[in-house]
């Protein structure tokens, strides 16, 4: 068995977080748990506050502004995900951040497929619709429950 340490952040691909609400932590954790270094932006000030404390990388400010991407590492980081819940503030984000750093990965988020595709224009590499994901999710939940209940039968 090898002995084996967590790389350094230096090691580590960078992904920025903007929006530290329910969709941010859950994408936060998935990546840190796949070996990504993590950095916060949150407009928030108790919320960055508190993930500070936490001795998290954080950066209070919008990712619409240039100095809070540049702060959070926008130049060299593998990845941007937008999980901000305001579709036009995600939407500038991401053509400010493809100007800074035209190798990035950008996932955004948006609620209507119109915005969605407004995001992809502007420089989004994946963008996740709430209305379409929303949609997926209670197609899978009826066909489940007719599967099951035919099963019964």
């Known amino acids: 068995m090898s002995n084996q340490t967590q790389p ?3 090691d580590r691909p960078l992904a920025i977080i903007a929006g530290y609400g329910p969709v941010g932590r859950t994408a936060a954790e998935k ?14 000030p108790q919320t960055a506050g508190k993930q500070a404390a936490l001795a998290r990388k954080v950066v209070q400010g919008s990712c619409c502004e240039e100095a809070a991407l540049r702060l959070a590492g926008i130049e060299h980081a593998a990845a941007l995900i937008l999980a901000v819940p305001d579709e036009q503030e995600a939407i500038e984000a991401c053509k ?3 100007r800074l750093n035209s190798h990035i990965f950008i996932a955004a988020r ?3 497929l119109s ?30 429950h007719l599967i099951e209940k035919r099963g019964k039968n």
Do not use: P, Y
């Not at 990546?31 to 928030?44: P, Q």
């Not at 992809?120 to 999710?137: K, R």
């Open 8 to 10: 350094d952040a230096a």
């Open 31 to 44: 990546l840190a748990d796949s070996g990504f270094d993590i950095v916060i932006i949150d407009k928030n």
């Open 96 to 98: 400010l951040a493809r």
């Open 110 to 112: 948006t609620n209507f």
């Open 115 to 144: 915005r969605g595709i407004m995001a992809s224009q502007m420089g989004a590499d994946a963008v996740v619709v709430e209305e379409v994901v929303t949609a997926e999710a209670m197609r899978q939940a009826v066909v489940e």
